[in-house]
């Protein structure tokens, strides 16, 4: 009996691979611009200067993973400020998770009503905080001034109201 069920679970998993040996691939949902503006900054992006040029600091490493439905950015790499945002496809949406060093993880998604050249995340929610009290990202704009410059702004909130002493803007250069 054991045999019989054996073979009735390789058969249906031969057939469910089809003749290749491999399970077809999932349907790919129609491109995002957002999203594709985002899966474009893969690469390493330097600190500019106050006159525009690439300085040797790392601010942000951007990869495009998971067979290209996730990007993935690490910010700070391999410091003590060292922080992860996570951004993929919600449906027609594209939405962000920040894993901060304060130990909160804040949900963003994308303002469809964002400029051109911005993607503007709003807060949507989060984990492992209180949003009357705890410091945590709320908002980010990301502006491509062209595909080798964007400028990075956040807006923090604590005690339920914007913190306009933390966060600020970022001005990075494509690490050639």
Same mark, same amino acid.
């Given at each position: 009996? @054991?045999?019989?069920?054996?073979?009735? !679970?390789?058969m249906?998993?031969?057939? #469910? @691979? #089809?003749?290749? &040996?491999?399970?077809?691939?999932?349907?790919?949902?129609a491109?995002?611009?957002?999203?594709?503006?985002?899966?474009?900054?893969?690469g @390493?992006?330097?600190?500019?200067?106050k006159? &525009?040029?690439?300085t040797?600091? !790392?601010?942000?490493?951007?990869?495009?993973i998971?067979?290209g439905?996730?990007?993935?950015?690490?910010?700070?790499?391999?410091?003590?400020?060292?922080?992860?945002?996570?951004?993929?496809?919600?449906?027609?949406? !594209?939405?962000m998770?920040?894993?901060?060093?304060?130990?909160?993880?804040?949900?963003?998604?994308?303002?469809?009503?964002?400029?051109?050249?911005?993607?503007?995340?709003?807060?949507?929610?989060?984990?492992?905080?209180? !949003?009357?009290?705890?410091?945590?990202?709320?908002?980010?704009?990301?502006t491509?001034?062209?595909?080798?410059?964007?400028?990075?702004?956040?807006?923090a909130?604590?005690?339920?109201?914007?913190?306009?002493?933390?966060?600020? @803007?970022?001005k990075?250069?494509?690490?050639?």
């Amino acid at each position: 009996m @054991t045999r019989l069920m054996t073979a009735g !679970v390789v058969m249906v998993l031969a057939l #469910g @691979t #089809g003749a290749s &040996g491999q399970a077809p691939a999932p349907k790919a949902p129609a491109p995002h611009p957002a999203f594709e503006k985002l899966k474009g900054m893969a690469g @390493t992006w330097v600190e500019a200067d106050k006159d &525009g040029k690439p300085t040797a600091k !790392v601010v942000s490493v951007v990869r495009v993973i998971a067979g290209g439905s996730t990007v993935h950015e690490t910010s700070f790499p391999g410091t003590d400020m060292e922080m992860v945002s996570v951004y993929h496809r919600d449906g027609a949406d !594209v939405v962000m998770t920040h894993y901060c060093m304060l130990g909160n993880q804040p949900r963003l998604k994308l303002d469809a009503k964002s400029p051109p050249n911005q993607l503007q995340f709003k807060f949507t929610g989060g984990t492992n905080l209180d !949003v009357t009290k705890d410091m945590h990202m709320h908002d980010a704009t990301y502006t491509f001034v062209d595909a080798d410059h964007v400028e990075i702004s956040g807006v923090a909130w604590v005690d339920g109201k914007p913190a306009p002493d933390h966060c600020g @803007t970022m001005k990075l250069v494509r690490k050639k």
